[in-house]
């Protein structure tokens, strides 16, 4: 039996291969930046930026380029990793850790 979704995927298919090229080739092309935005972030992780200002807030580390936040994402693995393990600690280079 024919599948009756063949005609509707190969309608869709260049579509989706022309949306998808450019974020594509973004990643593969464009090497990761050593500070991160808060935006840039949020895309690494999955998650909005509003996520990232709330784990500011819990002691993400980040360093300031002007008044600006940057994200050293391996510094944030160790740190969301440390929280699994239940390790709680403020790593921020620009604050005290809380005692």
């Known amino acids: 039996m024919p599948d009756p ?20 080739a973004e990643m593969v ?10 935006g840039r972030l949020g895309r690494e992780l999955c998650c ?7 784990m500011v807030k819990d002691g993400l580390p980040f360093v300031r380029v002007g008044s600006d936040k940057r994200f050293d994402l391996h510094a944030v693995k ?6 699994q393990n239940g390790e709680e600690t403020d790593m ?8």
């Open 5 to 24: 979704l063949a005609p509707l995927v190969g309608a869709l298919a260049p579509a989706i291969a022309a949306a998808l090229r450019p974020m594509v």
């Open 29 to 38: 092309t464009e090497p990761l930046p050593t500070y991160l935005d808060r």
């Open 48 to 54: 909005a930026p509003a996520t990232i200002d709330r």
């Open 78 to 83: 160790a740190w969301l990793e440390s929280r």
């Open 92 to 99: 921020r280079g620009d604050h005290q850790a809380a005692e």
